[in-house]
């Protein structure tokens, strides 16, 4: 004899306390996320702002000189907002400007990025650059989540007219220097300058320091600037073993994405994390990292990490 089937019952279960409270707990992590990446897209990558800050005891003569450091602009053509922004920097009274690398967003806009910091060497002021790996090739697709998940990987895309690139910049007053030295005459005196290609191009070459020697001179120079875009570790002790007084960088935009009570999650190089941003020292050298202005367009955000320019006044 076959037992007759056990109707199901017609009514809902009823959630637990429990079970709700972790749904709702669930829901609210969700649209608190969605909130962030939506500020971050929206508002914070375009917040743009200029930082200002005083570096003692760094000149070699009494006096003031003041740069205004600017870095990873990534332009893409018809990024406006970023370009009223760089010229209206160029109202700042500063003695020189520096841009440390990736000018770049995408293929043919090397005229555009170049158009765009072309106002920051007005009334004569020198310009000098370093090249990241964004001036050299294009970006590639991929996951906006491998800047935090793979971040040194190293991708290029098509490569870039960098020739073009150079030669518009120095018509506007830049000098670009590509593992090269440089003594340059500034309102302040004149400043001996070491400059590197971006080790974060692959394969990494770094040349030898002795090459690079910016203290071997009369001594009249007023700084030692040492310039590269990445600051990997391996080319801040070249630029310090040539004698470099200061240092300046780009590339890590800051971390782009950084945790209140955390920091910077990665830096895209094996600098320490807690250097990722600002003014920290190296080998005893006070070293800037700036936190950029600009983001690759297949990662659009940022996070606790406003775009910026800085003024650095150094006495």
């Known amino acids: 004899m076959t037992e007759a089937p056990v109707e199901a019952s017609r009514h809902p279960r009823i959630p637990t306390v429990e079970t709700e409270t972790v749904r709702r707990a ?9 909130a962030c990446v939506a ?8 917040w743009y702002r200029l930082a200002r800050i005083e570096v003692p005891g760094v000149l070699r003569a009494a006096g003031r ?10 332009l893409v ?12 920097l160029a109202d700042e009274d500063y003695d020189l400007v520096v841009a440390t690398g990736d ?17 920051l060497t007005s009334r004569d002021r020198p310009g000098l650059v370093v090249l990241g790996s964004n001036d050299w090739y294009a970006p590639v ?18 490569p870039l007219d960098t020739d073009r690139l150079i030669d518009r ?30 080790p974060h191009l ?12 910016i203290d071997d001179g009369d001594g009249s120079e007023v700084l030692r600037l040492g310039l590269v875009h990445s600051p990997y570790l391996a080319a801040l002790d070249v630029l310090v073993d040539a004698g470099s007084d200061l240092l300046l960088a780009g590339h890590t935009h800051g971390g782009q994405v950084r945790l209140p009570g955390i920091g910077a999650l990665v830096d895209n190089c094996d600098l320490p994390l807690d250097q990722a941003r600002g003014l920290s020292r190296h080998r005893g050298r006070p070293l800037h990292v700036s936190v950029g202005l600009g983001h690759s367009r297949y990662a659009p955000f940022r996070f606790a990490c406003r775009p910026e320019a800085t003024l650095l006044t150094l006495s």
């Open 26 to 34: 669930l829901s609210a992590t969700a649209a608190a996320g969605a």
């Open 39 to 46: 500020y971050g897209v929206l508002i914070e990558r375009r």
């Open 65 to 74: 000189l003041t740069i205004l450091h600017v870095s990873d602009v990534h």
């Open 77 to 88: 053509p018809g990024q406006d907002h970023r370009v009223r922004f760089l010229a209206g």
């Open 103 to 119: 000018l770049v967003g995408a293929l043919d806009a090397e005229s555009a990025a170049v158009d765009a910091v072309a106002p």
């Open 141 to 158: 697709l991929k996951s906006p989540l491998a800047y935090l998940t793979d971040p040194q990987r190293r991708s290029h895309g098509a």
């Open 169 to 198: 910049l120095a018509r506007h007053g830049y000098h670009t220097l590509r593992d090269a030295t440089l003594r340059l005459p500034t309102s302040a005196g004149t400043i001996a300058i070491a400059g590197l290609d971006d």
């Open 202 to 213: 692959d394969p990494q070459t770094l040349p030898d320091a002795q090459t690079l020697r």
